[in-house]
């Protein structure tokens, strides 16, 4: 059943779906009714539709050899990465941007930490760069992911 509380002989329409909701002056019952109808309505198409807006944050978890990311893909511009070091060993996540402006955030165990930059459009490698370039290196191990900005 529906209900209403437009005044007496209004008319509620939608696209396709329209509410008649009636009163007799001289009754104080009111009904309502559900007629489909496409009578007067005109379809509009949309030729192209809105870009969908990318998020411009994620959270990348780091522990003993991974990164997960929440997110591969976010929108361009200041982009805020908050890193948590779930891990038993000290971690750091470091961002290089375009220029080579390194973002490095280092953390212990169960530490958080936030990296924000501004990204133009691109790809960026995420890296725990700890022993870099010795046999023990976090990066080679695993502690690497792609984030793609658009």
């Not at 104080?28 to 949309?46: D, Q």
């Not at 038993?88 to 080579?100: A, F, K, P, T």
């Amino acid at each position: 059943m529906l209900s209403s509380t437009a005044s007496p002989k209004s008319t509620r329409t939608s696209w396709l779906c329209q509410t008649v909701t009636s009163q007799s002056p001289s009754s104080s019952r009111s009904g309502s009714a559900l007629t489909w109808s496409t009578a007067g309505a005109e379809r509009r198409h949309r030729l192209k539709l809105p870009e969908a807006q990318l998020p411009r944050a994620l959270t990348v978890d780091e522990s003993e050899w991974a990164l997960r990311p929440s997110k591969r893909l976010v929108g361009a511009g200041t982009v805020r990465i908050r890193v948590y070091n779930r891990g038993e060993d000290d971690h750091n996540l470091v961002l290089h941007e375009r220029d080579g402006t390194p973002h490095v955030v280092s953390l212990k165990p169960k530490e958080d930490g936030t990296i924000t930059a501004r990204l133009a459009p691109g790809s960026y490698t995420l890296v725990c760069s700890l022993f870099a370039g010795t046999p023990d290196s976090h990066e080679l191990r695993g502690m690497t992911t792609t984030l793609r900005v658009r």
